[in-house]
């Protein structure tokens, strides 16, 4: 039990860690010559906001979904210096003006929904909170993300993440197989662009090919088919090092903050918070208030596992 308490403030903090750390080289190219944490992180982006909200609105409702209150904590939490995509800002500002909370998001690209990233980079509250239960993780993996993202590879990316972070969570970091790893997450329902990235990931863990063909493969981009794949990559490839799955999803370049906040997520969650160096989360904004909800969160796990 109290491993588990460290992962889930591991994952947390490993999120909010890889946003602040990558933020400084969102959009750059491969190689990004990346800085150490303490020089450029510290302050997070709209990719820590966001799961703020969700941990919020989770922990207020019992580890359940209520949208509107979701949608109205993202609304209360929203600060354009954060850097959201554009379509969450609409999304959100629609709702601030007073349009159901469950209309705008469908409404976006004209009618298609969003498929960014946005829903798999604030997901991890639920992976950890759920674990232990894949039909709920997928169930309310999918209510949070359709606040802002109605788009099938929206949705599926970010239950792909959340069902990533339960399978960290549970892993023995001393025996973890990255290949049985990506098993299990290809047995999810998912759009064949999602499975001919794992099936490729799979491929790439077994002998890896230069970076450079890697990043043009899975994608480092805004969108969620090309950037959560390449998240769960540059973990499977460090296990044993939390430092290396963050250095080298930045380096990777692109949408560094939310590539690093997911695959922070992971690492965070197989290795626990004793992985993450303790200079690094003194000098993260907002700490106390990431440290207090993911300790609520692990007493919120116990209390419903108890039942
Ligand atoms: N917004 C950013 N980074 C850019 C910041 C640049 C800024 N000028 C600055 O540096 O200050 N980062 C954050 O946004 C990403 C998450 O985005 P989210 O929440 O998914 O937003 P959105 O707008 O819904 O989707 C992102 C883009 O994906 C494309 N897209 C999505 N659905 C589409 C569809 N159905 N058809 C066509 N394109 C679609 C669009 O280009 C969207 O704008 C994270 O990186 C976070 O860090
Ligand atoms: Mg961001
Ligand atoms: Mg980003």
């Known amino acids: 039990m109290k491993h588990l308490r460290s992962r889930f403030l591991g994952s947390i903090l490993g999120s909010v860690i890889g946003d602040s750390w990558g933020a400084s080289y969102e959009g750059r190219y491969y190689p990004v010559d990346v800085e150490d944490f303490q020089l ?45 995509g554009p379509g969450a800002t609409s999304v959100l500002m629609q709702i601030k003006d007073g349009l159901p909370w469950d209309r705008p ?17 604030r997901i991890c509250p639920v992976g950890l909170l759920y674990h232990n ?9 999918d209510q949070v993300s359709v606040i802002t993202h109605t788009h099938r590879l929206g949705r599926e990316g970010a239950i792909l993440q959340a069902y990533a972070v339960a399978l960290a969570v549970q892993a023995d970091p001393r025996t973890l197989e990255p290949i049985e790893f990506m098993k299990k997450l290809r047995s ?52 044993s090092n939390f430092y290396e799955v963050l250095h080298s999803s930045i380096t990777c370049g692109g949408d560094t903050d939310t590539i690093a906040c997911m695959s922070g997520a992971l690492a965070g969650a197989l290795l626990g918070v ?13 700490v106390d208030i990431f440290q207090q909800m993911a300790k609520d969160l692990f007493d919120l796990y116990l209390k419903k596992s108890s039942k």
């Not at 998912?190 to 863990?205: A, D, F, G």
């Not at 899975?218 to 390449?230: C, D, F, R, W």
């Open 188 to 239: 999810l329902q998912l759009s064949k662009v999602y499975h001919q990235k794992l099936e490729r990931i799979e491929t790439y863990l077994s002998s890896p090919p230069p970076v450079d063909r890697i990043i043009s493969q899975l994608g480092v981009n805004i969108i969620a088919p090309e950037s959560v794949p390449i998240a769960i990559y540059n973990f499977l490839s460090n296990t």
């Open 133 to 141: 239960d894949l039909a709920k993780l997928e169930t309310i993996a």
């Open 105 to 121: 998001a469908k409404e976006a690209f004209y009618g298609a929904g969003s498929f960014g990233n946005g829903a798999a980079m």
């Open 274 to 286: 004793k992985a993450i160096p303790k200079n690094w989360i003194d000098i993260l904004e907002d």
């Open 40 to 84: 450029v992180g510290g302050n997070y982006t709209d990719d820590s906001e966001m799961m703020k909200g969700v941990l919020e609105s989770l922990l207020i409702n019992n580890g359940e979904f209520n949208g509107l209150h979701m949608a109205k904590t993202f609304v209360k939490n929203y600060d354009y210096r954060r850097r959201y």
